[in-house]
């Protein structure tokens, strides 16, 4: 899922973007009619009064290998076909295939980007509509429906919003308690009960349990993490997160949290129990299928996790498989009684969808965005057909029909076949998580974990120099070497190794522009504040 549109690309591609089609000034839009079709109405949504008869064929293009969903089989977008009256096509691909569209000068009805910073984006006004103009002339009653919050967010220079996201978590959503915390620190149930439930939650404490572990529980890895890949996994802004770390400095200017004392010093931390033995080298190798294998046998004693709902399968099938569970604890803390500040999807949200000025039926492919962005259609997307895959109990809660979740445990190819539930999600949020039944996940614990310590990190979305700048590359350099930095201080043989690692990064930072980059990234939360009010 991570295989989509990057900003690099649609930097080189935007000006082809804008020449392609009906791109430029020219509102193809104004031209289309619905005559005979329906009547606006701000207070009913368009896709129920329109009489078209003839069903709509849209081409909706995301650009990786994971969208390709046979629309209309499942229980799901059979619905969503049945209301819309509407076929969609989903084209999957790489970068070749969008530029080969691109330069043919034939975009899809449809196109989802996934940085809202990329040339595409800020360029939108170039090849898509405005939604603030297609609601007026053909769905007023899609501004009922959109978020007010991230629909401002969204908007461009010209003051009108062209992109709309999924998962964007607004102030009000964070204050909610609907949105579950995503990162954690968890040990096996039976080693913490073994030692005592110890406090890691300070340095030299955190060394001492890893100690502990090893001593008491010699066949076990004392410490691992989600993946690092390409990156430091963990390790940079979730440690960073579970620290408080700050994100601004006393006068709201950019705060530089990869040399945060604190932060440096549970690097040190880790380094030494690296050094001791606690942490395994083929951590840092391993790749996805490996670890989670490993997460399932149980191996790792604590675990610093990145993407806790990403492995609730995981979780699940090493307590079926040996009668205890992991669990989440407070883990690396401030040193200075800084609370946690741990993150989730920000208010830009994950992917943005357009409608493009090559749109064949700009009214019913904004009737699609209304139908998708209103509640129905969120519980729709989210949770499936009421009477076929839910129904409202008495608390007027959603509760999935026992077919459905006993297919859910034993054959779940077979349940997102028929049901594809929350598998349409390119518009959903989690706001309608508090609709649903409450059930015990091997999750449950770890997410109740991180109530009251959500903090939103809007300020510092988007805030990095715009691509093809001398300061971006610059910036993309940096967090390379910041990736790598990291790991190799983590890593370091020694402490002399530890602070030489770190001393040459702070030396590359010198010698990239770092204070540039650190007055563009202060002016560009300024203007997110701005946005923010």
């Given amino acids: ?80 076909k049945k209301d819309l009256n509407i076929d969609i096509e989903f084209i999957s691909g790489d970068d070749s295939k969008l530029n080969a569209m691109i330069s043919g000068g034939d975009l899809p009805d449809i196109v989802t980007l996934t940085s809202k910073t990329g040339q595409a984006a800020l360029k939108a006004d170039s090849w898509a509509y405005s939604l603030n103009d297609l609601a007026k ?15 401002k967010w969204y908007s461009l220079d010209n003051g009108k919003t062209y992109g ?32 005592g439930k110890p406090d890691v939650s300070k340095p030299a404490d955190f060394v001492k349990v890893m100690q502990d572990i090893k001593a008491k529980f010699p066949d076990l890895t004392p410490m691992g993490f989600t993946t690092v890949g390409d990156g430091a ?6 440690l960073q997160d579970f620290l ?35 942490i395994s080298d083929d951590s840092f190798t391993d790749d996805g299928p490996t670890y989670d294998e490993k997460v399932k046998q149980g191996q790792y004693a604590t675990i610093l996790v990145a993407g806790t709902s990403g ?14 569970k992991y669990i989440a604890i407070d883990g690396p803390e401030s040193t200075s009684d800084r609370k946690p500040t741990m993150n989730q999807t920000g208010i830009s949200g994950w992917l943005s969808n357009y409608i493009t000025k090559d749109a064949k039926d700009p009214a019913k492919v904004t009737e699609l965005f209304t139908y998708l962005i209103d509640e129905p259609g969120q519980i729709l997307t ?30 779940n190819d077979a349940y997102n076949q028929k049901y594809g539930i929350s598998r349409f999600n390119y518009f959903n949020n989690d706001r309608v998580n508090a609709l649903k039944v409450t059930t015990e996940s091997a999750l449950t614990q770890m997410q ?39 790991i190799s201080m983590i890593r370091a043989k020694d402490e002399n190794s530890f602070t030489s690692t770190l001393d040459e990064f702070k030396k590359f930072l010198d010698n990239n522009k770092w204070d540039e980059i650190k007055k563009i990234k202060s002016e560009k939360m300024a203007e997110n504040r701005e946005k923010l009010q």
């Fill in 233 to 238: 996994g963990p390790f940079t802004d979730k």
């Fill in 137 to 151: 002339k053909y769905d007023p009653y899609l501004m009922k429906a959109v978020n007010e919050d991230t629909f």
């Fill in 1 to 80: 899922m991570k295989k989509l549109l990057t900003g690099t690309l649609l930097a080189a591609a935007v000006l082809g973007l804008a020449a392609c089609g009906n791109g430029g000034d020219k509102d193809q839009a104004a031209d289309f009619s619905i005559k005979d079709r329906y009547e606006l109405d701000e207070n009913t949504p368009a896709w129920k009064l329109d009489k078209k008869e003839e069903t709509t064929k849209i081409r909706w293009y995301i650009n990786s290998d994971w969208t390709a969903l046979p629309f209309g089989k499942d229980v799901t977008t059979a619905q969503i």
């Fill in 244 to 278: 408080g770390v700050p994100l601004e400095d006393a006068d709201g200017n950019f705060y530089d949290r990869n040399l945060d004392e604190e932060y440096v010093n549970w690097l040190q931390t880790l380094n030494q129990v690296y050094r001791d033995g606690n």
């Fill in 448 to 486: 109740a974990w991180g109530k009251g310590k959500l903090v939103p990190h809007f300020v510092i979305e988007n805030i990095n120099p715009d691509l093809g700048t001398p300061e971006a590359r610059s910036n993309e350099a940096i967090e390379t070497k910041l990736n790598a930095s990291v």
């Fill in 311 to 324: 492995q609730g399968g995981n979780f699940t099938e090493f307590t079926k498989n040996s009668g205890t």
């Fill in 382 to 411: 989210k949770y499936g057909v009421e009477g076929v895959t839910y129904e409202y109990n008495k608390e007027g809660k959603i509760d999935y029909l026992p077919e459905v979740k006993e297919m859910e445990k034993t054959d």
């Fill in 164 to 195: 709309y996201p999924n998962y964007s978590n607004t102030a009000a959503d964070y204050e909610s308690g609907n949105i579950p915390v995503n990162d954690n620190f968890v040990i096996r149930e039976d080693v913490y009960e073994a030692l």
